[in-house]
């Protein structure tokens, strides 16, 4: 018996008003620059506005694949997060007026760190194998903080992913080989108390590195692929050079001498974008996918790596194949305008927005007027947050 083939039939790309320039924040904190464009391979990292959440931007990435698609036979839809605006309430139920989600589909928020999206692809895809008839919005959305003055500090930053989930797909197929591993470690965490989050910056790589190859054995052990077999591999990327880290481990664990320019050739289109958003945790990996296809030539019936590693831990590797036609149905334009539309962000309003603290007293506030995005966090009141768009 064939099963269906199910995978993403279209992704969506969203980041935030503001991006803070690494040479700005290399010659504020006295460090050589080329620490960040060479050391960690980052340019640029997206900021929110102080009327932007994860709300804001997570519509702004789902509302083309509505007006492209609409929403019938959507009955699921997985938001994806570790920067949630509630501990009880779903962040996707906010988004029912923001973009006329429909009233009957189950909305859950999902939570592992930088694996949830990864983790909504996967449940979106068992849920489609059950009932083709059906279609699954995912949504991976985060802005990523660490405190100021930090070694994280350069390794921040904002966007959403929204991909819709279907049978027949016409952008990629997901392989049914997955491998996993997962483990109790304490490289990177948020309590509840905390807005940014805490790290172990050296204990996460090598947590990181390590996982990558006990997921890659485990995807061996069930069947997959070879390393050979892949036209490119999509890391999650929590900084650029990460991903370059973790792939020279990779096929060094296989007894692989890769040459940097092989390495480059295999990783360097998934990391355009990322480069200049910084780390957007769960939504990372996937723009990376946004990245790779809008910047690479025909990859029609290709097979693709994916890896995904949220702190804590849990990473997979997993892989799909590039559908015939898929160069028609992507954002290329959007995207890139998403990224040059970013308002240059100045040193002092950097520092400021990132210590402003939601108010907590159930007062009325305004939230002035800031980001040009087309959906904002218009005021707080008796603890709810209200949003509006444009
Ligand atoms: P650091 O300690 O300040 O940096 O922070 P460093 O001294 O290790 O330098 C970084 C690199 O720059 C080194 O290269 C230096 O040699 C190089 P490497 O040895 O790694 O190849 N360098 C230079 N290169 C050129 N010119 C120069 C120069 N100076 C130095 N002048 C660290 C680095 C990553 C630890 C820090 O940024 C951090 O703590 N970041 C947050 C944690 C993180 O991103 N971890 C990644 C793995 S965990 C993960 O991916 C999950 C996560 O996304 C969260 C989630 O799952 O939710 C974080």
């Known amino acids: 018996m064939t099963s269906t083939p199910v995978g993403i039939h279209d992704l969506s790309f969203a980041t935030t008003h503001y991006a803070l320039d690494h040479g700005v924040l290399a010659e504020r904190l006295g460090v050589d620059p080329d620490k960040f464009y060479l050391g960690i391979g980052q340019e640029m990292m997206s900021v929110a ?31 994806a997060t570790e920067s949630g605006v509630d501990q009880s309430k779903a962040a996707g139920l906010y988004l029912h007026p923001l973009i006329g989600l429909p009233n009957t589909a189950r909305v859950v928020e999902l939570k592992q760190a930088c694996y949830g999206g990864t983790a909504g692809l996967q449940f979106a895809a068992g849920l489609i194998a059950r009932d083709p008839s059906q279609r699954v919005l995912v949504i991976a959305a ?9 070694p994280g500090e350069p390794t921040q930053g904002a966007a959403a992913v929204a991909m819709l989930v279907s049978a ?37 790589v090598n947590a990181y590195q390590k996982a990558t190859q006990e997921a890659w054995t485990d995807y061996r052990r069930n069947g997959g692929r070879d390393l050979t077999e892949f036209a490119a591999f999509c890391y999650h990327q929590p900084f650029t050079k990460m991903a370059f880290k973790a792939h020279r481990h990779l096929l060094e664990s296989q007894g692989h001498t890769a040459e940097p320019a092989e390495i480059d050739a295999a990783l360097h289109n998934t990391t355009i974008y990322n480069r200049t ?31 995904s590693y949220g702190s804590g831990s849990v990473a997979e590797f997993f892989s799909g194949t590039v559908q015939p036609g898929y160069r028609e ?20 309003r950097y520092r400021v927005l990132h210590e402003t603290e939601s108010p907590s007293d159930g007062m009325y506030h305004a939230i002035p007027e800031e980001t040009g995005r087309p959906f904002r966090l218009a005021a707080i009141s008796g603890h709810k947050r209200i949003y509006e768009s444009r």
């Open 168 to 204: 027949n797909p016409a952008i990629l197929e997901l392989e049914p080989h997955s491998g996993i591993y997962s483990a109790d470690i304490m490289d990177f965490w948020r309590p509840n108390y905390r807005t940014a989050a805490m790290v172990d910056g050296k204990t996460s």
């Open 49 to 79: 506005a102080a009327d932007e959440d994860i709300v804001t931007i997570a519509a702004a990435a789902a509302k083309p694949i509505l007006d492209r698609h609409g929403v019938d036979n959507i009955r699921t839809v997985l938001l």
């Open 329 to 348: 149905h992507l954002r290329t334009e959007e995207n890139r305008d998403a990224i040059a539309t970013r308002v240059a962000l100045d040193y002092d």
């Open 277 to 307: 958003v910084g780390n957007s945790y769960t939504a990372s990996l996937y723009l990376g996918l946004a990245s790779l296809l809008d910047h690479t030539g025909d990859l029609t019936g290709q097979a693709l790596a994916f890896i």
């Open 142 to 150: 985060d802005i990523a903080k660490y405190e100021l003055d930090t």
